[in-house]
Every structure is written in C-alpha cells, then in structure tokens.
C-alpha cells in the first residue's frame, strides 16, 4: 500500500513540473523588435502648483534594443490657468519624440529617459521644450503592463532661452496608465 501512495505521489510530482517549469520561464516584457502602445491620463501643474491641467496621453515607441525604446507621444489637456487674477480655461497639446532606457528584465521595471518636442494650443505660447523623465513599468501580464512617469519639461522659443529655461520655465507632467508591447 504504501508502494502505490508513494508511486502516485511520485507520478503526480513528475506530472505537475512541466507546469512548474512553463511558469516559471514565463517571459515579461518586449524583446528588440517590439512595438508598444500606451495610453494613459495626464496632468501637469507649473513650478508653483498655481496652474495645471489634465487630459490624454497616447505613445507609440519602437524597441531598439529590449531595454531601450524610442517613440512618438502626443498629448491632449484641457488647462485652468492663473494669470494676473483670472483664471482662464483652454485647450492645448504637445507633441514629442523620447527615448528611455529601462532597468532590469522582470515584471517591474523602472526607467529613465529624455523628450524632445512642442507645446501649443489656447493659453500657451507655441514653444519648442526638453524634458527628462523617470518611472516605472510593471508588467501584470506577458505583454500588458500598468505605466507610472513623471516628466520635468523646460520651455523654450529659440536656442538662446534653452540655457535658462530648465530654472525658470520648467512644468511636471505626470502620467498613469495602461500599454501593451506587440
């Protein structure tokens, strides 16, 4: 009797590791290749916190190497802006190409990386701005992942403005979301 327990449990054992083993080397994230999509809310606020808005934001990035992707991103908000005593209501938009380089190779996976791009709309000046931007990547399934970042953006209209813009005419864009490499 005991020869039939420890036989059954011996077969059942063998029977259940390919399982262990398939989950186990369940792969997370995109490989050299891969495209991915997101799509998340968006706000920013300026230095002061006085001004903000909130709105959508959609990026499509190729994956130069598995842990560096380089995309296109594009930016809808609806602002409330303070100015000398009036608070006004506008639309506007940005556009921007980045690149990131994520850490690590398992489900969650922070990063930092750098934009480049444009500002326009209702309420804003039309300006050229740079940014850099950090975050992280958490992978709930193979190839779904949730999306927390964080952008400071300095403004600028020419070149000349663009070494003192990072001091005094810098915003934070903050995203959360949703993307799906494929």
Do not use: H
């Not at 663009?162 to 864009?173: E, H, K, L, P, V």
């Amino acid at each position: 009797m005991i020869r039939i327990k420890t036989a059954a449990i011996t077969f059942c054992l063998l029977g259940a590791l390919p399982l262990a083993v398939s989950a186990q080397s369940a792969e997370f994230g995109p490989r050299e290749g891969d495209r991915e999509f997101s799509l998340s809310g968006t706000g920013s606020n300026d230095r002061d916190f006085n001004s903000g808005s909130f709105g959508v934001t959609g990026d499509l990035g190729w994956y130069l190497q598995s842990n560096v992707v380089a995309g296109i991103r594009q930016s809808i908000n609806y602002a409330d802006i303070e100015g000398q005593g009036v608070t006004d209501d506008y639309w506007n938009g940005s556009t921007r190409g980045y690149i990131d380089y994520q850490f690590l190779n398992d489900r969650a996976r922070p990063f930092v990386g750098a934009s480049l791009g444009g500002i326009y709309g209702d309420g804003v000046k039309d300006s050229a701005f740079a940014g850099l931007e950090g975050g992280l990547k958490y992978y709930v399934l193979a190839k779904t992942y949730f999306l927390a970042r964080a952008e400071y953006q300095f403004l600028f209209s020419d070149s000349n403005d663009a070494t003192d813009a990072f001091q005094d005419d810098g915003i934070w864009a903050y995203t959360v979301g949703l993307g799906y490499n494929f």
